[in-house]
């Protein structure tokens, strides 16, 4: 199964967007998936729905982070080099989506700028194409 589709059927049973993109990958993070939920959990709704990055996004990042990331603080090589990946995910999801913040993501589903599929998984969560979109990009990078 694409880390995709497992993204997606895990949102679809009710874990929030950082849960489900996180969690898809812990077949390459190496962290089981009760850690992966646990770790996760306070990200969705914008980071505990306090109207800040996407859940989606930064379920992207910390997979991302858990499967590239440094662990030497003294190479700033290797930070850099991270953070301008991070950098090109982020552009990467704005060019199709135009934001990161979850109130201005959640803003433009209502107003039906986004080209949503018209299947019911969409019609009860629309942010399915958001957790879809970013597991996608860490596979991309995979």
Avoid: W
Wanted: include cysteine; aromatic fraction near 10%.
């Amino acid at each position: 199964m694409k880390h995709s589709e497992k993204a997606r059927k895990l949102f679809l049973e009710g874990f929030n967007c950082a849960q489900a993109v996180f969690v898809a990958f812990s077949d390459v993070t190496g962290l089981t998936e009760e850690q992966a939920f646990l770790i996760s959990t306070s990200f969705g709704g914008g980071m505990g729905h306090t109207g800040e990055a996407c859940g989606a996004v930064t379920g992207m990042y910390m997979a991302v982070g858990a499967i590239l990331g440094y662990t030497d603080p003294k190479n700033s090589e290797t930070k850099q080099k991270h953070y301008k990946l991070i950098k090109k995910l982020s552009d990467e999801f704005k060019a199709e989506f135009f934001e990161t913040r979850c109130p201005e993501l959640l803003a433009r589903l209502g107003k039906g700028e986004y080209n949503i599929p018209t299947d019911d998984a969409y019609k009860k969560r629309p942010c399915l194409i958001f957790v879809e979109k970013a597991a996608e990009m860490v596979d991309e990078l995979l």
